[in-house]
């Protein structure tokens, strides 16, 4: 990583151009500062594009969802060509509308420079001309034809110089088709997108490589050695207004409701041989509140249209099965409407009441309930409802006040929904990746307008998963900004969620800490060398090796014990890792307090090594210590045939649903 200190240029032309564009949406002169100096933090971790450094730099700008990275892209690369880079290029979605969606932002803040989409590099002719008159941008999708076709550009125009054009690749939601997806076979077999982008990055003398994500748990668990685990890693924080997972996920949430998991299943397709179309009650109320809260919301804004998105399945035929339901719903509560002397008028209009008292809670403010209910009769049989999926073209657009989106992973990753109100969850696999998840929380993001009206349906158990997850999220983001610098090892994870997909990593180079398990070196180094800090540990211990089961301490005390503890290297270690060890009791620290217990005993006499997580424990000795905090048992070994006398320390870690995954080198 570049570590060498020069003045950044904050205010070029470039950056301030893309600033005075961003300033037309961004209201506020604290974000604008604030996407500023993000980018500037960028600038100081890159490479020097003009002292042509060749030692490469990558990092990661660790964002939050919906919170705005796509700005400090912008910025970023409006002030990579202040600096000296001759050449930006970005990576993005290979979505159509969304790869759309990112070209025209770039060109339209990025106004002085080129910015050449992915048709624009196939006449080399032309190509080498903007070469010629750097700085210029790229704006290419993460789809092996277009990379590789402005890889093939690159290499043609190689003798015009464009080896030694500094440059800076922007790699958006890079832990998505960017990483290996053959890494975990241990075969050297390459994805092709990985490989397309590996040969990018190394054709560039000088370059810098920035991934940006909101989920960034596979790129920290690549190896600490690899070409795509970031070496420094700079936070986006949200400006104001921002919504995100303590809003809908702490105790006190109030726009939190449950529905029944066994819905879910109800809704799907394959659950239902001959559709009754008939809509379940959690959906039924979900649909209720959303007419309430923007038909409120549209009398307070008259030209603004408001959006429900269902989320259930990834796949096709259960998205048209819920639009279905959800249209027979409508022609239903239609009919009813126009018969107000039915029972059904009753129930209906009786459930929207209801609705509007629940709404009440947390927007004070609403209109009049007969105003509101006469207008969701007027608005109703126009409510527009969309399937979002690969095999429809219909787009995220909000063309009329009831806007509803049903989909799955197209409604997923990148996907911005202007004016979500109410969203009705349901995706429950086996065993859930937290990154994937936390993709899906479309909720999130600058809703603060509207959060009054807005309402997350979804199952307990779900709703439990975006709990752990959003405290994974927390504890995560906390860790890098006390190591910028990718100096942390491990993340957090709670069961029973998975980090990440496993196609991405290196199965050989993960270590995992579980809830209750145990950690030992192979066996201790009983060399002359370890003799001075024997005698410290004595100092310490012996005191503790009065016949009691255990002794109360703290978590910094067992790290101390512990950073005396030589390994044997001839026995090898990879669990048994003092750095990752204490990350790994530092973030227990962190979430539950500096409690710990040690046990102590002493005249033993072990020669053999043990598993890393087997350990030397006999005759039910565990059970003696209480498993509410981390626990160091630790035995003082005879001085014998393997050595001199040497302590020997174990680690337990306590109970809970959690596990610490961190990757090594072999």
Known sequence: MNTQHREIIHDGRNTEEAIDVLSKEIKTSESLHAIAERAGKILEYSVDPVAGSTEPSYGLLYGLIQSGKTS??????????????????????????????????????????????????HDISRFERYIRTSPFAIVSSKNTNHLGSLLEAFRKVGTMGAHGLPTMIIDDEADQASLNTYTNKGTGEISKINNLITELRKFFQTNTYLQVTATPQSLFLQRPDGFYRPSFTVLSEPGPGYIGGEAFFEEDSKILRYVDLDEIEELKSGHQTHPTHRIPEGMRQAFLSFLIGATAKNIQYPTENFAFLVHISHARIDHRQVRD????????????????????FGRLKADLYAAYEDMKETEPGLSDFEKIFERIDFLLRAANVKEINSTSDAAITLDHPYSIFVGGNKLGRGVTIPNLITSYYGRNPKRPNADTVLQ????YGYRQKHIGVTRLFLPEKLAEHFRIIHQMEKALRELVSKHPEGKFEGIYISSPLRATRRNVLDANSIGVYVAGGYCNPRYPLRTKEVEAATKWLDEKLLKYDDGKEYHPATIDFVLELVQRCAHDPGEGAEMWDVKVLTAALEKIKTLRGDKAYIRVRTG???????????????????????????????YRLNEGRRGVAVWWPQVRFPEGNYALAFSFNR
Request: proline share 5%; charged share 25%.
């Open 72 to 121: 400090i892209i912008t910025v970023t690369a409006a002030m990579a060509a202040d600096n000296g880079f001759k050449c930006i290029v970005i990576l993005t979605s290979d979505i159509n509308p969304l790869y759309n969606q990112t070209l025209q932002r770039i060109k339209s803040q990025l106004r002085g420079l080129t910015v050449l989409g992915k048709a624009d590099w």
């Open 325 to 344: 339901v959800i249209d027979a719903f409508r022609e239903e509560a239609v009919s009813a409407l126009k018969n107000p002397e039915s029972s059904a």
């Open 440 to 443: 899906h929380a479309r909720m």
């Open 604 to 634: 033993r006499n072990l020669n053999e090594p043990r598993r890393e997580t087997q350990g030397f424990l006999t005759g039910g000795e565990e059970g003696l210590v209480p498993e509410d905090a981390p626990t160091l048992f630790i």
